[in-house]
């Protein structure tokens, strides 16, 4: 993960280190098998990606339970339309784009979000240290209200990409946006946080 304030090195621990390793080769095939009918072939690809599937679907519309729904939805279209997958290229590529869809779907559907479920995303970004436990909270309780208060596509792409590790390239093509405009969007995003959090760093500094 990297810090909102830069470019640091990623977190690489617990539920926030980057995905890596795909084997594309395996995928292919079981993309190839489930078009020929096998049901055991499409479960181990929902096996192998529901987790990346989840990751993608929360940084869009943020609730847990929103987000397990987008995440069956988009395996539900994912079968319905296999017939268009085209095994040679990324399957991870083509579920993050039905993902991503599917989220932008929900989200126009129901825009009104509770801020509490963007608590377990403060607690994963890069908090400073030295605080006390009451002060440590009160940062991460506005850094979730801030995250919370940005524009859909700056959420979504500082959380793709800042906390769950997600490449520029990668989360353009998840949200169907130019990988320079990503990079604006995470741009925009840091900028925005830390003006939000500067009068929260001030009070800290003074003890008020």
């Known amino acids: ?26 995928d292919a095939c079981l993309v190839r098998a489930s078009q020929g009918g096998s049901d ?25 339970a929103g987000a397990e729904d987008v995440v069956q939805d988009a395996f539900v279209r994912l079968h319905r339309y296999l017939h268009k997958v085209d095994p040679e290229r990324p399957f991870r590529i083509w579920l993050g784009r039905v993902v991503g869809n599917v989220a932008r779907d929900a989200l126009r559907r129901q825009r009104v979000r509770a801020t509490e479920s963007l608590m377990d995303v403060a607690q994963s970004l890069a908090i400073p240290t030295g605080a006390d436990p009451a002060e440590m909270a009160e940062l991460r309780g506005a850094l979730a209200l801030a995250i919370a ?16 590790g997600l490449t520029h390239t990668e989360i353009s093509t998840i949200v169907d946006r130019p990988v320079g405009t990503v990079r604006s969007d995470v741009c925009h995003a840091r900028r925005r946080l830390r003006g939000a959090l500067a009068h929260v760093y001030q009070d800290m500094c003074s003890g008020g």
């Open 40 to 64: 055991s072939a499409f479960a181990e690809l929902v096996r192998r990606y529901q987790r990346r599937a989840y990751r993608i679907a929360r940084a869009i519309v943020t609730e847990p």
């Open 1 to 26: 993960m990297k810090s909102m304030t830069g470019d640091a090195g990623r977190n690489t621990s617990s539920d926030d280190a980057p995905e890596t390793g795909w084997d594309e080769a395996s």
């Open 149 to 164: 208060r940005l524009p859909v596509s700056w959420r979504t792409a500082f959380v793709l990409y800042d906390v769950h």
